[in-house]
C-alpha cells in the first residue's frame, strides 16, 4: 500500500489529461489481457478523480468532448482494428497529440474559447465552435499525413502517449470520419431506429443507401455500416450485406462482394465479446458469462452456416483463433470445479443450434447445396449429428 501511495504521490504531479490518459491505457491493457502489478488500486483512484458518475469509461476534458461528438456513435471498447469503429481509448492520446503537437496555438484558443462557452451553456455556439475546430483539424490532418515523412513523425509523436498501435489508424480513420462529418449525421438520420430482423427488404435498403453513401464518401463506407451495425438486434446479421450480393456463398465470393467488410466486423464483435467474457469471469459473474457465450456460439454457427469453405480462408482462421482462446477461457473456469459438479458453462443447451429449430435452420439453409452436391451435403449432416 506504500508504493502505491508514493506512485500515487508521483502522479499528482503530472497534468490531469496526462493522468486520464494513463487510466484510458490501463483499461485498454486490462481489455487486452495484460495484467499490471498494483493497477486496480490506481485505476480505483483515478476513476474516483475522473468519473464521479462512476462510469466505466473515461469522458475526455469538456472541449474534446465536443470535439469528439460527432465520432460517438463509430465509438468502440476494444482495441482491434475494425475499419468502421474508432477505439474510445484513442480519443485521449489523440487529443492530447493535436493540443500539443500538430496545432497547438489553435487548440489553446479553441479550449479557451469553449471554457467561455461551456461555462454559460451555449450549447449550440459551443458545437458550431467545435464543427469549425474539426475542420481546421481535418485539413491539416490531410496535409500531415500526405507524405511519408510527415506520417513518421507523426506516428512517433503520437506514439509518445499510448502504448496501442492501433492509434495512429484510429487518427487516419478520425481523419476520413470528420471530412464525412455532415453526410454520416445525414445517412444516420435516415436509418430505422432498430432493425429486429434483416431481411431482403431492409438489405436491399440499406444497400441502396450505402451505394448511394459512397459515391461521394467512398472512404467512409465503413463508418456508414458500422451506423447500420448499431441498429441491428442481432449483430451477425450484418453478414448479409455481403453474402446477398455475393455470386455464391463460397468464402472467395463472399470476399469479392461490396462489403465483404462486414464479414472482419462481426469478428471484431466477437472479439468484442471474448473481451467481455473474460472480464465476465475474472469478476465472477457467470451469470453475464453465460448470456456472452450464448450469442458467441451463435455468431459462430452464423458464420459457418452463411459462408461456405470458411476454414480455408482468413476469416475462418481468424474465427478459428478465436473460438480456440474462448474454448480456454471456459475450460479454466470449468475446471475450477470438481467434475462430477456441473457448470452452467459446460452445457450443451448454450449452443441453441444444437436444438431441433436449430437444425431445421440449418437445414434449410443448406438445402440448396444437397440438389448439386447430394453426396457431400449428406456426409456432412452424418459427420454433424
Known amino acids: ?42 485505476q480505483a483512484r483515478l476513476r474516483e478523480e475522473f468519473r464521479k458518475d462512476g462510469s466505466t469509461q473515461g469522458r475526455a476534458p469538456s472541449a474534446s468532448r465536443y470535439f469528439f ?31 500539443r503537437d500538430l496545432l497547438p496555438t489553435m487548440a489553446r484558443d479553441f479550449e479557451a474559447k469553449m471554457k467561455d462557452l461551456i461555462a454559460a451553456d451555449k450549447q449550440k455556439e459551443a458545437r458550431a465552435a467545435a464543427a469549425i475546430f474539426q475542420v481546421k483539424v481535418a485539413k491539416s490532418l490531410e496535409n500531415t499525413l500526405g ?92 453478414i448479409r450485406l455481403a453474402t446477398k450480393a455475393a455470386a455464391s456463398k463460397s468464402a472467395a465470393d463472399v470476399a469479392n462482394a461490396p462489403y465483404a467488410v462486414t464479414v472482419g466486423m ?18 465472477n459473474r457467470v451469470l453475464i458469462a453465460r448470456e456472452l457465450l450464448t450469442e458467441i456460439y451463435d455468431i459462430e454457427y452464423q458464420l459457418q452456416v452463411r459462408i461456405d469453405r470458411l476454414a480455408d480462408c482468413n476469416w475462418g482462421r481468424r474465427l478459428r483463433t478465436l473460438m480456440e482462446a474462448i474454448a480456454n477461457l471456459v475450460e479454466a473456469e470449468v475446471s475450477r470445479f470438481p467434475p462430477d459438479v456441473g457448470h452452467v458453462l459446460g452445457s450443451r ?12 435452420t440449418y437445414l434449410a439453409w443448406k438445402g440448396r447445396d444437397a440438389v448439386t452436391n447430394g453426396a457431400a451435403f449428406c456426409k456432412k449432416l452424418i459427420n454433424a449429428a
Open 349 to 360: 443447451s448454450l449452443r441453441s443450434h444444437n436444438s431441433l429449430a436449430g437444425r431445421l
Open 1 to 42: 500500500m506504500v508504493q502505491i501511495d508514493r506512485i500515487w504521490e508521483f502522479l499528482q504531479r503530472l497534468s490531469p489529461l496526462t493522468r486520464s490518459c494513463l487510466l484510458t491505457e490501463l483499461e485498454r491493457l486490462e481489455l487486452c489481457g495484460v495484467d499490471v502489478p498494483g493497477s486496480t488500486d490506481i
Open 147 to 238: 507524405s511519408p515523412e510527415s506520417t513518421q513523425q507523426a506516428r512517433a509523436k503520437l506514439g509518445a502517449y499510448t502504448a496501442a498501435r492501433s492509434t495512429f489508424a484510429d487518427l487516419e480513420k478520425i481523419m476520413r470520419a470528420l471530412r464525412a462529418r455532415d453526410a454520416l449525421a445525414k445517412f444516420d438520420a435516415a436509418l430505422p431506429t432498430q432493425i429486429g430482423k434483416f431481411d431482403d427488404g431492409l438489405v436491399a435498403k440499406m444497400t441502396a443507401l450505402l451505394s448511394a453513401f459512397g459515391k461521394n464518401h467512398p472512404d467512409a463506407i465503413p463508418f456508414a455500416i458500422a451506423l447500420i451495425a448499431r441498429r441491428l438486434k442481432t449483430p451477425w446479421q450484418l
Open 266 to 283: 462481426v469478428l471484431d464483435r466477437l472479439d468484442d465479446k471474448r473481451l467481455a467474457l473474460r472480464i465476465a469471469l475474472k469478476n
Open 69 to 99: 461528438e460527432p465520432l460517438d456513435p463509430l465509438l468502440a471498447d476494444g482495441d482491434h482494428e475494425n475499419a468502421g469503429r474508432i477505439a474510445r481509448g484513442s480519443l485521449a492520446p489523440v487529443w492530447e497529440w493535436i493540443t
